[in-house]
Structure formats: structure tokens, C-alpha cells
């Protein structure tokens, strides 16, 4: 069974940068991985995801252009890069796998995630 950590939150001014890791304990190659994000009192939403083989990377639109996934597969890692950061993108962040290869922006599609690393972005 896969495990997931993930690591790199904290406490950030808005307009600054964060990134985050998730390191596998298996091999992630054949994985899509995802990064999701809760926030108090709201639902898990898809973040970003980048498909295997391919490499080819998905986001949600209120992250385009600020984010950006990337994998490296020779050390089972996932890492989202965070930049102009805003209040809004305070959360809860959770990298998640998923063994069909497929990235999906529902969360109950990803069988494998990891326990979070809080982010929070003052104003």
C-alpha cells in the first residue's frame, strides 16, 4: 500500500511563494497525483494533477497561471509550486494517487492520499 506525505505549508504574507512536496513510499510512475485543498467549513477541491506517461498537467481555474505540479519520478515525489498567493488559497493541502493513470477532479476517483500540510495566507 502506497503512503503519501506531504510537507512545505506554512505561513505565507499574500503575493508570496510556497512549495510543497509529497514524497511516495512507493513507486509513483504509473500514478496520476493530484493535489487537492479543504478549507474550514467547505468541500475538497481539486488543485492541480499531472497524468503519467505524458506528464500532461490539469488545474483548476482559480489557480492557473499561479501553480504549478510537476512530478520526478526517479524520487517518488509530486511537488506543487505556489505562487501570488492570496487569503483565499488558505487550506488544508493534500496530495493524492491515483493507479489508473488518469487525473480526475474528483476526489473520490484518487485511492491513495496523504494527511495534509496546512497553508495559510495572511493578508
Known amino acids: 500500500q502506497m503512503q503519501l506525505g506531504e510537507s512545505g505549508g506554512g505561513l505565507v504574507q499574500a503575493g508570496g511563494s510556497l512549495r510543497l512536496s509529497c514524497a511516495a513510499s512507493g513507486i509513483i510512475t504509473s500514478y496520476a497525483m493530484g493535489w487537492f485543498r479543504q478549507a474550514p467549513g467547505k468541500e475538497r477541491e481539486f488543485v492541480a494533477g499531472i497524468s503519467w506517461g505524458t506528464g500532461n498537467t490539469y488545474y483548476a481555474d482559480s489557480v492557473k497561471d499561479r501553480f504549478t505540479i510537476s512530478r520526478d519520478n526517479a524520487k517518488n515525489t509530486v511537488y506543487l509550486q505556489m505562487n501570488s498567493l492570496s487569503p483565499e488559497d488558505t487550506a488544508v493541502y493534500y496530495c493524492?494517487?491515483?493507479?489508473?493513470?488518469?487525473?480526475?477532479?474528483?476526489?473520490?476517483?484518487?485511492?491513495?492520499w496523504g494527511q495534509g500540510t496546512q497553508v495559510t495566507v495572511s493578508s
Open positions: 493524492a494517487a491515483d493507479g489508473s493513470g488518469n487525473v480526475w477532479a474528483s476526489p473520490m476517483k484518487y485511492d491513495y
